[in-house]
């Protein structure tokens, strides 16, 4: 399609041509669309619309939230609720589902979101962003239930995410590819800039925390230490680091560019298997990755083969460039035959 139509009309052409977006979830995903405008407004008004800072209570996951947490969750459910699109949500901020009420009609559609990836940039204006996920309600029984939303994320019929950064940029597939769209504040729209996304099998980039090195399992230090020797060393080539602690930036840089994400299981916690969120965040990155010609694995498989059991079961992630994936994912596959 030509550059510079809107995601109405972007949705609208792509459910005549491809019929790979329903009518109800056309509709749903402009809502989404129109819910992150309203979030990136209060983004950009700061100090001057009172949304920065704590707001002195916490979530589910026990990590202060930011005002902005709390407005982004609250403007997502406000603007979906009504609509007829959607049965339930779900969200990194709250301990259960939100159950569409019953004053409103309920649609045949999941939304699952992470309302502000990035919480700790809030306050020194770096790029956060919403990530979101929509799965169909399985057939068969009435009502709602927190199980309807164990499913792997080979299920999603659509994901995505809003990064609010110099542009905000709407990132979105339903299974077709991925899309950029970029807000024009003039006219209101997102407006498509960018569609076939496609990330280099290659790559000289990688984000990683770093401070965390001394937690990481062997693996992990195995790859790092790799590029860090440079050409000297096994990779002969040079790699440069990025880590922007927000998810949802690193994996655009990784969209736009190339480049290897990591945020692995550490010793800390060693009965979790991870740290992000696999509904809200690691699901819906991963499948933007892969339909970008990337890949993603928890470390040893496919991140959207796993089923989840739970609703805010957390898992490892490694996502990037195919090549760079595949290596850090044999090592791990490697180390385990070894322990055996």
């Not at 949705?11 to 405008?37: N, T």
């Not at 704590?54 to 603007?79: F, P």
């Not at 939100?98 to 990035?118: A, H, I, K, S, T």
Request: glycine residues 8%; aromatic residues 8%; proline residues 5%.
């Amino acid at each position: 399609m030509k550059k510079n139509i809107s995601l109405t009309r972007y949705l609208v052409e792509q459910q005549r041509v491809d019929g790979l977006i329903p009518g109800q979830l056309r509709l749903l995903l402009e809502v989404v669309a129109r819910a992150c405008k309203r979030i990136s407004f209060a983004v950009n008004k700061g100090e001057l619309g009172d949304v920065m800072g704590t707001a002195g209570s916490e979530n589910v996951q026990g990590e202060v939230q930011k005002k902005l947490d709390i407005i982004a969750n609250e403007t997502l459910i406000e603007a979906n609720e009504w609509g007829g699109h959607l049965a339930a949500m779900a969200s990194e901020e709250m301990e259960g589902i939100y159950v569409v009420p019953n004053r409103y009609p309920q649609g045949e559609y999941l939304l699952m979101f992470d309302p502000l990836d990035g919480s700790s940039n809030i306050d020194i204006n770096m790029s956060i962003g919403t990530i979101f996920s929509v799965l169909k309600k399985p057939e068969g029984h009435p009502g709602v239930h927190e199980s309807d939303f164990f499913q792997p994320g080979t299920q999603q019929v659509a994901a995505g995410y809003c990064i609010y950064g110099p542009q905000t940029t709407l990132v979105l597939t339903v299974g077709d590819g991925v899309a950029m769209f970029t807000l024009d504040r003039e006219q209101g729209s997102f407006l498509l800039v960018e569609e076939n996304v496609t990330i280099p099998e290659d790559t000289k980039e990688f984000a990683i925390n770093m401070s965390n090195m001394r937690h990481w399992d062997e693996p992990v230090k195995r790859y790092v230490d790799e590029v860090l020797a440079g050409k000297e060393g096994p990779r002969q080539k040079d790699f440069n680091m990025r880590w922007v602690a927000a998810m949802v930036a690193d994996v655009h840089r990784i969209l736009c560019r190339g480049g290897v994400f990591m945020y692995p299981w550490d010793k800390r916690e060693p009965l979790k298997p991870g740290k992000l969120r696999l509904m809200y965040e690691a699901n819906p990155m991963s499948w933007l990755i892969e339909q970008a010609g990337g890949m993603a694995t928890n470390g040893r498989e496919r991140i959207l083969d796993i089923k989840p059991t739970q609703l805010h079961e957390r898992v490892s992630v490694v996502l990037g460039s195919k090549n760079e994936v595949e290596r850090i994912t044999r090592y791990h596959l490697e180390a385990d035959e070894k322990a055996l």
